[in-house]
């Protein structure tokens, strides 16, 4: 067993990659946090939401072709560029769509 610490409330929320090299959570204290998988790092704490986190998932190979277009990004890069998106929603009627490369 692994224990991914660094929230300092309730998580309420996780997910893992489809390759299962990120973890994603969320939680009552208002932050999105990324995890490398093999290593464990809390590689990012994102703040942009205003209220709690109720859900995270990660999208699927197909849609982040999809969100890579939705980003202008162009469909034959999106296939080889090995960014993938991730979604968290919240209470502050907001879902936010993230790229793991850039974190934005």
Same mark, same amino acid.
């Given at each position: 067993?692994?224990?991914? %610490? @660094?929230?300092?409330?309730? &998580?309420? #929320? ?11 959570? $969320? ?11 093999? %290593? @464990?790092?809390?590689?990012? &704490?994102? #703040? ?11 999208? $699927? ?44």
């Amino acid at each position: 067993m692994r224990t991914l %610490s @660094g929230h300092t409330d309730w &998580v309420r #929320t996780a997910a893992v990659s489809d390759d299962g090299r990120w973890i994603v959570s $969320g939680g009552n204290d208002q932050t999105v946090r990324l995890w490398e998988s093999e %290593s @464990g790092e809390n590689r990012a &704490v994102l #703040t942009d939401h205003s209220h709690v986190i109720e859900c995270v998932v990660f999208a $699927g190979a197909e849609a982040n072709v999809a969100i890579s277009e939705f980003f202008g990004v162009d469909k034959a890069l999106a296939k080889d560029s090995g960014t993938q998106y991730f979604a968290s929603g919240s209470r502050d009627k907001t879902i936010k769509i993230w790229d793991t490369n850039t974190l934005q």
